[in-house]
Nanobody, 117 residues
Framework: QVQLVESGGGLVQAGGSLRLSCVAS????????MAWYRQAPGKQRELVAH???????SYADSVKGRFTISRVSANNTVYLEMNGLKPDDTAVYYC???????????WGQGTQVTVSA
């Protein structure tokens, strides 16, 4: 099993910044895929950014140039640095990982990000 603990959400004014963190724990060899998703009220969950063990990262068009995903593999931690926040970024943000040996696909409990105009 894999447990994910997220932190860093909150209320911020438009143009502000937040940093989300997610720490994974459990019994597994390593983590290949780490990602952040978000779900706004009445909308489907969407992929915001993901990063592989190689360091390759990819972003949704809506956050390119504003958000940065990073990871510290030794600590099984993934971060999401969010700058230039907009009201449209308001959502519950979820951490997601896929482990190797064994393969687990786990979700965090979610952390609320609210951006006021």
């Amino acid at each position: 099993q894999v447990q994910l603990v997220e932190s860093g959400g909150g209320l911020v004014q438009a143009g502000g910044s937040l940093r989300l963190s997610c720490v994974a724990s459990g019994t597994f060899f390593s983590i290949n895929f780490m990602a952040w998703y978000r779900q706004a009220p009445g909308k489907q969950r969407e992929l915001v950014a993901h990063i592989l063990s190689s360091g390759f990262a990819s972003y949704a068009d809506s956050v390119k140039g504003r958000f940065t995903i990073s990871r510290v593999s030794a600590n099984n931690t993934v971060y999401l640095e969010m700058n230039g926040l907009k009201p449209d970024d308001t959502a519950v943000y979820y951490c997601n990982v896929v482990t190797i040996r064994p393969i687990y696909h786990a979700w965090g409990q979610g952390t609320q990000v609210t951006v006021s105009a």
